[in-house]
């Protein structure tokens, strides 16, 4: 991972660092110094002193056993950029509403390169395959959100996302490329898209943009079930509608919070 860098700016010791924050994930949530070494590509060294710091700074802490885990500092990073964008200020009571109705969970995601990342999420106690958390990825053109971004893209851009290797820890076949543009051509007609037990047997879901003021797609809002409790009938006919409503007032909402002046977004917030 280190020794990327080509920009005269570039700052190494950042990049490694952030590769030893984002080497860990849901299967590995404990990793002793030598496993974060071979996962960074680092000498030990390196990845101890990196280690160290990141445990002053309170972003990962050692576990008694030689090994190392993060802490809930980490998400501070993450909640940064959902409240910079304000999206999640203005989903929530609407996702709450949705999923009050729909009895079933709602997430927020948007695109990074050939997957998608969740950034919002309301979800009910039900037991599924996957464990779905804020910053958790999967492949986009598995999930109908994924979907939906992609659809968004122009030829150029499509192709460089595909092209991006995914991080996610589902392992996927390479998507059949002419198959999926003519899919993606029809969720960019109708507006919404469908992803029918993709991602993992039991998991079905349905999904449509959300526009940011300039009425550009910058995200997804989507509804998720368990395929042995509803149909695509169900999802079509029942929860698109209550879907579309919703992502319709986040949208409008959205637009409304980043048309107004930064001092005025600043001071309505807790705190100030």
Known sequence: MAGR????????????????????????????????????????????????????????RATGEGGFALTPQVLRLGIAYASSLGLWEMARPHMETLVARTHESSSITQLDGSDIVYVARVSVPKIITLRVEIGTKFPAVRTSQGKVLLAQLGDEELAEALDTPSLSWVVTKPADREALAEELRAVRARGWALADEELAPG??????????????????????????????????????????DAASKISSDWSTWQSQPSTEVLSARPGH
């Open 203 to 244: 998991i079905r879901s349905i999904a449509v943009p959300l526009r940011d003021g300039g009425g550009a797609v910058r995200a997804a809002l989507n509804v998720s079930t368990h395929a042995a409790e509803t149909s695509v009938e169900v999802l079509t006919e029942n929860y698109l509608p209550l879907l579309m």
């Open 5 to 60: 860098g080509k920009g005269a700016d570039f700052v190494e010791a950042l990049a490694r660092g952030l590769d030893v924050l984002t080497c860990f994930d849901a299967t590995r949530r404990e990793l002793s110094l030598t496993e974060v070494a071979v996962a960074t590509g680092l000498a030990r060294p390196t990845a101890r002193r990196l280690l160290l710091t990141l445990q002053e700074l309170g972003y990962v």
